[in-house]
């Protein structure tokens, strides 16, 4: 018979490799001197009008983490939560993410999601890098940067393309965003009334009948061209609803013409209209992306791509996560599949921008047409 002092010693004894087995398979655990992982928390819209494009982003982020190196990626720990690309939905998953899994780095995507956030991540000192268009996200932020190009980039290449089609009053619609109203502030501060502006209406992210709108643009015989700046789950409709209508002007725009699922809902509609968005990246990578990822857009996937291999650099140099923020704030001659570009005075990322066009084997930039 087992005396009760060994049985005890014994329970004792289990307990505590048990609770040590489990310690080490424990996120977050290290060794004395050992470095704990940093928590990436990766806010994006996966389901909606949105998912679209955030799954390409993923899918690009997903193909840079296996690119980096394996003692860099053992100092990463990446959780992904959706937040149906409303901001309401981002804090509520920023706050899960910081509750159940100590995250304390965010990336998240569209203008108004990071909008909504930045403030918070300055106030818990948690680095953040947004995929954003309206500088405004991280103006005078000292934990958010903005990766992705910006604004004034997309119209600085937009304007010489619609002179050099020789339109001199167009139409525009725009979705009320705070993405698609800064391209527009910025078009107008640029263009400085060169380009007449004939028809200018804005609408809820939720409208989806244009028809209204496109008679007024029918009526107007000035107009030559029609700046479409509409989100996901608007642009195909809108521009399938104009060739209902009989509207044969030329429709360009920005960013989301380059999503294959818009291309799609526009039952051919978007092909041969032309827009702005980042620069593509070497023709290796696509290769690469359509061959992991055929059936998936192509819009983000560099820029996704692109952000974690500059967070990995960041957290190759240091885990700390004041260094990590000095290193994203702070960054130079960074390279990715984008191309070479450094951080700004105003906490963004000079990615530039080129247009390019919609054709029947995709998109493709205009001069290389």
């Known amino acids: 018979m087992i005396k009760k002092s060994a049985f005890l010693a014994f329970a004792f004894a289990f307990a505590f490799a048990f609770a040590f087995a489990f310690a080490l398979l424990a996120p977050g655990f290290a060794f004395a001197g050992e470095t704990k992982p940093v928590r990436v928390g990766i806010i994006m819209g996966f389901t909606g009008d949105w998912a679209s494009v955030n799954d390409a982003v993923r899918n690009g982020m997903e193909m840079a983490l296996k690119k980096l190196p394996a003692e860099t990626r053992a100092k990463m720990q990446i959780f992904y939560e959706d937040d149906a690309a409303d901001a309401r939905k981002t804090v509520s998953a920023f706050q899960s993410l910081r509750s159940l899994h100590n995250i304390n780095v965010v990336i998240t995507c569209s203008s108004t999601t990071s909008k909504a956030l930045a403030p918070i991540a300055d106030q818990t000192k948690t680095p953040m890098l947004s995929i954003a268009t309206d500088p405004a996200v991280s103006a005078a932020r000292k934990y958010v940067v903005n990766f992705w190009t910006t604004d004034e ?29 800064a ?56 521009a399938k609803q104009a060739r209902q209508q009989g509207v044969t002007l030329p429709l360009f725009g920005v960013e989301f013409f380059e999503d294959s699922a818009e291309v799609k809902v526009s039952d ?19 290769e690469h992306y359509k061959k992991e990822y055929p059936n998936s857009s192509l819009f983000g996937a560099p820029v996704g791509h692109d952000l974690i291999l500059l967070l990995g650099a960041a957290v190759k140099q240091s885990t700390e996560i004041e260094r990590i923020n000095r290193y994203l704030h702070d960054a130079r001659d960074f390279t990715g599949v984008l191309g070479t570009f450094s951080a700004t005075n105003d906490n963004r990322f000079a990615i530039p921008s080129e247009v390019k066009i919609i054709t029947q084997d995709g998109f493709k930039p205009l001069a290389r047409k």
């Open 153 to 181: 980039e997309e119209v600085k290449a937009l304007l010489p393309e619609v002179k050099r089609r020789g339109m001199k009053r167009i139409a525009r619609i725009t979705s009320i965003h705070d993405m698609t109203l």
């Open 183 to 238: 391209v527009k502030k910025s078009f107008d501060r640029q263009n400085n009334g060169v380009i007449g502006v004939a028809l200018d209406e804005e609408y809820s992210p939720a409208e989806k009948q244009f028809t209204t709108y496109l008679a007024k643009v029918r009526a107007d015989k000035s107009v030559d061209g029609i700046f479409v700046l509409l989100l996901p789950g608007q642009l195909g409709v809108f």
């Open 268 to 286: 051919g509609a978007l092909i041969g209209s032309w827009y702005t968005n980042a620069v593509d990246p070497e023709e290796s990578f696509w």
